[in-house]
DNA sequence: TATTGACTTAGAGTAAACTTTAAGGATTAG
DNA sequence: CTAATCCTTAAAGTTTACTCTAAGTCAATA
């Protein structure tokens, strides 16, 4: 079991942000101890591993909460869970596409602006305040 | 010579975006028509088009309207810019590489919840309600 | 000429994902 | 025991990037 702190070490989630999350339905069931602290197990674990994952992969923190919703009712939402994760691997797979493409169109940028700082360094641009 | 309508198709920003950008600074010095309707030059077009392609790769606009000024102030500032693509460059690299770790993640999870389904369901999970 | 529809501005409103604040209760090192 | 630290909740505030509204101006067309 951990506490709320070392989970924001672990995650690199601050404190805050898991209460958001359980706020909002991301995490649910979190274990109490007598005073009313949060003890998070393993399977919270996992299932923060999985949050993460699906965020850094640019999932909106609603669908997520739904995802978890799922997985919380059991087997017979596999189905729906399993539409859901495809379309994201859909999305991400385009949206990384996308991203290579906007990328090489900015490394040419940056080639033709090295050349032309090049010919402007050559041609006397450098510190000649005259 | 383009009005905003046409620069709204072309590049997919919404004519109430272009002219958000304008106000940020982003793009700054297009014409106007006799009445006060704006004027995009091809210059404005190509101006556009970079600004797309670094807002596509996660460059904040804050950023890019401060890389859009330094251009306005011309080859004095090469340096700057050639820094700045490059560091965006690598930013973005790095982007790339967790997300294709991420999403290598999310096809494990795909892949074990797809097998989990199939079990379920030749378990005759499918609309046994009994 | 009248009307439709696109354009103008300033400024308010929205959504997502936190982040901070306020006010106070619990736990632990010394 | 007590100070320091960590925990609690509810709610307000922040940031980014739009998005919309209101009130009015301009242009083209029937």
Known sequence: MYSIQEVSQRTGLSAHT???YEKEGLISGVERTPGGFRQYSDEDMEAL?????LKNTGMPLQEIASFLTLTRR???TLEERV????AHREN???RMEEMRRYLEKVTWKLEYFTRKLEAYQNDG???ETR
Chains 1, 2 share one sequence.
């Open 92 to 94: 991400v797979l385009t």
């Open 125 to 127: 641009g450098d510190g």
């Open 74 to 76: 059991g087997d017979q």
């Open 49 to 53: 591993g999985l949050i993460c994952c």
């Open 83 to 86: 539409n859901m994760l495809r």
């Open 18 to 20: 898991l209460r958001y």
